[in-house]
Antibody, heavy 121, light 108 residues
Framework: EVQLLQSGGDLVQPGGSLRLSCAAS????????MNWVRQAPGKGLEWVAA????????YYADSVKGRFTVSRDSSKNTIHLHMNSLSAEDTAVYYC??????????????WGQGALVTVSS | SYVLTQPPSVSVAPGKTAKITCGDS??????VHWYQQKPGQAPTLLIF???DRPSGIPERFSGSNSGNTATLTISRVEVGDEADYYC???????????FGGGTKLTVL
């Protein structure tokens, strides 16, 4: 059974940093891309970042490029999202989601439970 | 940036058919995926590659994609189908995943 267990959501001050984690199990972790998708309060889904399977290439939405870094720890079957220079616009529930393939026109077949990030003073 | 257009809301009576559209120029040339999100829950995959259903998704849910519009069709709508529905594609030029704005389905 595929499971994605998220951790790290918190309240952080503007300009601060935070790291989210997503521990995966139940599938061959290295063979699949992993994504981060966020949802601001009352808003729709926004794709944030991804790390590809096998080559560990990374991809970022324009809204977070240069501030967020996605990484993969294959020894722990875990991905991280390092978030810097946070602002109120980054307040959202962050979901990790498994890709159906290593990268490309695939779909997101499993989702984590979400982690709330609140940026406020 | 790439934009997928969905109606903000769709209303339908129980037992009727709901259609939720996802529009963009020549979207028929892309693979479209659909997700369902119920209040307070994470999204779940509903339809992939335009019209395929994951195991466990009822046949009442179907998808199509042609020209400038992809469509999610829900037949014999039930109260339990009330949710937000999102379409998603992959933009090969930017290598970004793109979501539509979402459609709230209300069952009257």
């Amino acid at each position: 059974e595929v499971q994605l267990l998220q951790s790290g959501g918190d309240l952080v001050q503007p300009g601060g940093s935070l790291r989210l984690s997503c521990a995966a199990s139940g599938f061959s972790f290295d063979n699949y891309a992993m994504n981060w998708v966020r949802q601001a309060p009352g808003k729709g889904l926004e794709w944030v970042a991804a790390v590809s399977g096998s080559e560990d290439r990374t991809y970022y939405a324009d809204s977070v490029k240069g501030r967020f870094t996605v990484s993969r720890d294959s020894s722990k079957n875990t991905i991280h999202l390092h978030m810097n220079s946070l602002s109120a616009e980054d307040t959202a529930v962050y979901y990790c989601a498994k890709d159906s393939g290593p990268w490309g026109s695939n779909y997101l077949d499993y989702w984590g439970q979400g982690a709330l990030v609140t940026v406020s003073s | 940036s790439y934009v997928l257009t969905q109606p903000p809301s769709v209303s339908v009576a129980p037992g009727k058919t709901a259609k939720i559209t996802c529009g963009d120029s020549n979207i028929g040339s892309r693979s479209v995926h659909w997700y369902q999100q119920k209040p307070g829950q994470a999204p779940t995959l509903l339809i992939f590659y335009d019209s395929d259903r994951p195991s466990g998704i009822p046949e009442r849910f179907s998808g199509s994609n042609s020209g400038n519009t992809a469509t999610l069709t829900i037949s014999r709508v039930e109260v339990g189908d009330e949710a937000d529905y999102y379409c998603q594609v992959w933009d090969s030029s930017s290598e970004h995943r793109v979501f539509g704005g979402g459609t709230k389905l209300t069952v009257l």
